[in-house]
């Protein structure tokens, strides 16, 4: 399995960007996916959950309200719509596929920055 996540770059606070995370290797539909965040200096955060019959089962409280994930099993991709993007939301956005026990396969990262 091999993730490429993709769709980061600068932007200004209020814009919106989606993220994509291409997925290859075996059977996709099979994956829970998931969304991660790290900005510099913090932890790695989840910030939004999909399971692979594709119920959304978390988002963070940060992106709550501002933010869509979703997948499309027919083009082995997921995504991460966010809008009224903010400059607290610079990080690297990972994705990452499992299943229930946990995420087993990372993507590489992409860089989101927002600037005021």
């Known amino acids: 399995v091999q993730l490429q996540a993709s769709g980061g770059g600068s932007v200004q606070a209020g814009d919106s960007l989606r993220l994509s995370c291409a997925f290859s290797?075996?059977?996709?539909?099979?994956?829970?996916m998931g969304w991660f965040r790290q900005a510099p200096g913090k932890e790695r955060e989840s910030v939004a959950r999909?399971?692979?019959?594709?119920?959304?089962?978390y988002y963070s409280t940060s992106l709550k309200g501002r933010s869509t994930i979703s997948r499309d099993n027919a083009k082995n991709t997921m995504y991460l719509q966010m809008n009224s993007l903010k400059p607290e939301d610079t990080a690297v956005y990972y994705c990452?596929?499992?299943?229930?026990?946990?995420?087993?396969?990372w993507g590489q990262g992409t860089l989101v920055t927002v600037s005021s």
């Open positions: 999909i399971t692979r019959y594709g119920v959304i089962e």
């Open positions: 990452a596929a499992g299943n229930v026990a946990g995420y087993n396969y």
């Open positions: 290797g075996r059977a996709f539909s099979t994956y829970h």
